[in-house]
C-alpha cells in the first residue's frame, strides 16, 4: 500500500471516531437539559429588551436590505443570535480539551490510538453541529413569537454563509485552545477578544455609526461579512447569487484562520507532551 | 524479546529529577511489580511507557518498537491509570466502554459487544448501566481494568491499582491481572503495596527517588532484609518517657512511638550494633523490656533496607 493510501485510510479511520465523540457529548447533554431552557431565556430577554430599544431607534438609520427597511428587531435580533453562536463556538472549541484535563480523561483518551487533532474535533462535533441548529431554531420562535418578516427563501443561503464562517471561528478557537492548553488559563482574554469582535461586527448597530476609521477594519471583519450576508439573505431575501461573494470571501479568512489554529494547537500538544505536563491542571 | 524495556530512561520536571538511568525489562506473560514509595517514580515511568510523557533521555520499547507517540502501538496496550477520574461521570460504565472501544477503532456494533464482555469479565455488568459518578473506589478500578482489557492487551500497565480497595476487591483485581499475563500479557504492577506482591509477582523491581535499588525475585529481595527494626514492649512508666529513653541510646540507635500502642516504641539500631547492647542501655536507663519482635515481615524489611537513605 502507498504511503498515500495508508494515510488516507487512517484519516477516514479517524474520521469514523467522530460519532462517537458526538454519541458521548450527546449523552452528557441529555444529562443537562437547564441548559437548553437557559439558551431559550437569554435569546428571549435580548429580543424583549431590543424590541422595546427598537421603539427609540430611528429605522430610517438602519440599512436596507434588498429594498427592504430593516426593522431594529430584525436587524439586532440576527446580531444576537449569531454573536450567541459565535461566543458558544468559541467557548466551546477553545476549552474542549482543557475541560477534558480538568475531569481527568485527556490522558485516557491519548492512551488510544487516536490524533490529538481527533480528540479536538470530536469534542466539539456535536457543538459544531448542534449550536447553529439549536440558535436557527430558537430565531425562528422569536421571529414567530415578534412577527418578524424574516425570508423562508434567505434560510438556504444564510446556512451556506454559516457554513463558511464556522471553519473561521473553529481556527479561532484553536489558537486559543493552544494558549489555554499552554497557560491554563485565557478564559478571560477570549470573552475580551470576543467583546471587542462584537463590537465592530454591527451585531448591534450599523457599522456606518462607527468613526471612518474603525469602518474600514469592520468591513474586513469576518464576523461583520457573515452578519451582513445573513441579514441580506434573512431580511432583504437575497438569493445565491448575492451571497455568493460573501461566502467567497469567508473562504480563505476561514481557511487561514483553521490553519493557523490546527499549528499552533498541536505545537502547544507537543510542547505539554515534552514537558510531560498535559495531565495536569 | 522483553515485551516492555526500559533502557537508562531519565526524565527531568525542571530541577526535579523523578527518573535517573532506569531501566527493566518484562517479559511477555510475566508479571512484574513495580514497587517503591511515594514519589519513586513510578507512575512517570508508566506514563512514559504509554506514550504519555516524552523521557529526557534513554529508550522505551513495547514489543520491540520505540514507544515514542506511536499510535499503533496503543491497540495492544492496556493502561490502569492510578486516578479515579478517567471517566465520564454522568454516563454509563457501558457507553463510557463503547466510547473507549471505538477510539481503538472498533465499529459500533463490535464495541458494545466488547464493552459488554469486559463488564462480564470485571464482574460489573449488573451496573454497567448506570451513570459511573455512583459506582464504588473497587467498581471504579474494575472499570478502568475492563477498559484496559477492550483490545486483549499484549501490554498491560497498572498504576496503583489496589491503592485504596479493601481486600475483598484488591484481590479481584489481582486474579484478573493473574488471568491476563497467564495468557500471555507481560504486566507491570506498580505499588507500594508490599504485602500483596508474595505469589503474584513473578519478579520485582524497586524504584526510589528515582533509581532502580533492586530487579529480581522476590526471593532474592528477601535477601536483603535486614532486622534492624524491633518492636519492644516497655513497662507502663517507660512507655511514657520513651524520649528520654531515645537521648540514652545515643549512637546506638533510635527510638520512635510504635503506632496504636502507647506500651510499645519501635527500636532502630545503627549498623553493626548488637540488640542486646541497645537493650542493656535501656535497662540501665531504668526501663523493663518485657518483650522484643522484629518489626514487619522480611519482604518488608528488605524494602525499607532497599529504599531507605543509606541504600542510596
Not at chain 1, 2 to 8: E, H, L, P
Not at chain 1, 119 to 135: E, N, Y
Not at chain 2, 17 to 35: K, N, P, Y
Request: proline content about 4%; aromatic content about 6%.
Amino acid at each position: 500500500m502507498s504511503a498515500a493510501a495508508a494515510t488516507a485510510r487512517q484519516g477516514v479511520a479517524e474520521l469514523r471516531k467522530l460519532p462517537a465523540f458526538m454519541r458521548r457529548d450527546l449523552l452528557v447533554l441529555l444529562s443537562y437539559r437547564v441548559a437548553f431552557a437557559a439558551d431559550l431565556m437569554h435569546i428571549a430577554v435580548q429580543a424583549i429588551l431590543f424590541s422595546f430599544i427598537g421603539k427609540l431607534v430611528d429605522p430610517a438609520r438602519l440599512p436596507a436590505y434588498g429594498g427592504t427597511q430593516a426593522t431594529y428587531l430584525q436587524f439586532t435580533i440576527i446580531g444576537v443570535v449569531l454573536t450567541l453562536v459565535s461566543a458558544l463556538l468559541l467557548q466551546r472549541v477553545a476549552t474542549a480539551v482543557r475541560q477534558e484535563q480538568l475531569i481527568g480523561t485527556l490522558e485516557a483518551l491519548l492512551a488510544t490510538p487516536t490524533a490529538p487533532t481527533t480528540i479536538q474535533a470530536g469534542s466539539v462535533a456535536l457543538d459544531l453541529l448542534f449550536i447553529p441548529i439549536r440558535m436557527g431554531a430558537l430565531l425562528g420562535v422569536v421571529a414567530l413569537t415578534f412577527g418578524l418578516d424574516l425570508s423562508l427563501g434567505g434560510v438556504p443561503p444564510a446556512l451556506v454563509v454559516l457554513v463558511a464562517y464556522v471553519p473561521f471561528l473553529w481556527g479561532l478557537g484553536l489558537t486559543s485552545a493552544a494558549a489555554i492548553v499552554t497557560f491554563r488559563r485565557g478564559t478571560g482574554a477570549l470573552a475580551a477578544g470576543m467583546g471587542i469582535v462584537g463590537i465592530v461586527s454591527g451585531a448591534f448597530f450599523p457599522l456606518s455609526l462607527l468613526p471612518s476609521w474603525l469602518q474600514g477594519v469592520a468591513e474586513a471583519n469576518p464576523v461583520a461579512i457573515a452578519l451582513e450576508a445573513i441579514r441580506e439573505a434573512l431580511i432583504g431575501g437575497a438569493g445565491w447569487g448575492a451571497i455568493g461573494p460573501e461566502a467567497l470571501v469567508m473562504l480563505p479568512a476561514s481557511v487561514l484562520s483553521l490553519l493557523v489554529g490546527v499549528t499552533a494547537f498541536r505545537w502547544a500538544l507537543a510542547r505539554e507532551h515534552r514537558r510531560g505536563t498535559l495531565g495536569l491542571y | 524479546m522483553p515485551a516492555i524495556e526500559a533502557i537508562d530512561l531519565c526524565r527531568a520536571f525542571g530541577a526535579v529529577e523523578a527518573l535517573r538511568g532506569v531501566s527493566l525489562a518484562v517479559e511477555a506473560g510475566e508479571t512484574h511489580a513495580l514497587l517503591g514509595p511515594n514519589g519513586a517514580g513510578k507512575t512517570t515511568l508508566m506514563r512514559i511507557l504509554s506514550g504519555l510523557v516524552e523521557p529526557t533521555a534513554g529508550s522505551a520499547y513495547l514489543l520491540d518498537q520505540s514507544v515514542g507517540r506511536s499510535r499503533a502501538l496503543r491497540s495492544v496496550l492496556g493502561l490502569v491509570p492510578s486516578g479515579d477520574r478517567s471517566f465520564y461521570l454522568r454516563i454509563s460504565g457501558f457507553e463510557n466502554l463503547v466510547f473507549f472501544a471505538r477510539l481503538h477503532g472498533m465499529r459500533r456494533a463490535a464495541a458494545r459487544r466488547r464493552a459488554g464482555e469486559v463488564l462480564a469479565a470485571v464482574r460489573l455488568e449488573d451496573v454497567g448501566r448506570r451513570p459511573v459518578n455512583g459506582y464504588s473506589h473497587g467498581m471504579q478500578k474494575r472499570r478502568s481494568f475492563a477498559r484496559a482489557l477492550l483490545t486483549e492487551p499484549r501490554v498491560l500497565l497498572v498504576d496503583e491499582a489496589t491503592h485504596d480497595l479493601d481486600p475483598v476487591a484488591a484481590r479481584q483485581v489481582r486474579d484478573l491481572t493473574t488471568s491476563l499475563a497467564a495468557s500471555g500479557t507481560a504486566v507491570l504492577w506498580a505499588t507500594q503495596r508490599v504485602e500483596e506482591l508474595a505469589g503474584f509477582a513473578d519478579r520485582v523491581t524497586v524504584l526510589a527517588r528515582g533509581e532502580v535499588r533492586f530487579s529480581g525475585s522476590l526471593g532474592a529481595m528477601t535477601a536483603h532484609a535486614r532486622a534492624e527494626r524491633h518492636e519492644l514492649r516497655l513497662d507502663a512508666r517507660a512507655a511514657t518517657r520513651w524520649q528520654s529513653l531515645d537521648h540514652a541510646l545515643g549512637a546506638l540507635g533510635g527510638l520512635d512511638p510504635a503506632d496504636g500502642d502507647p506500651g510499645s516504641v519501635l527500636l532502630s539500631l545503627a549498623d553493626g550494633v548488637a540488640l542486646g547492647a541497645a537493650i542493656a542501655v535501656l535497662a540501665d536507663a531504668g526501663a523493663e523490656v518485657q518483650s522484643c519482635r522484629e518489626d514487619g515481615p522480611p519482604i518488608e524489611r528488605a524494602f525499607l533496607a532497599l529504599t531507605s537513605e543509606r541504600a542510596s
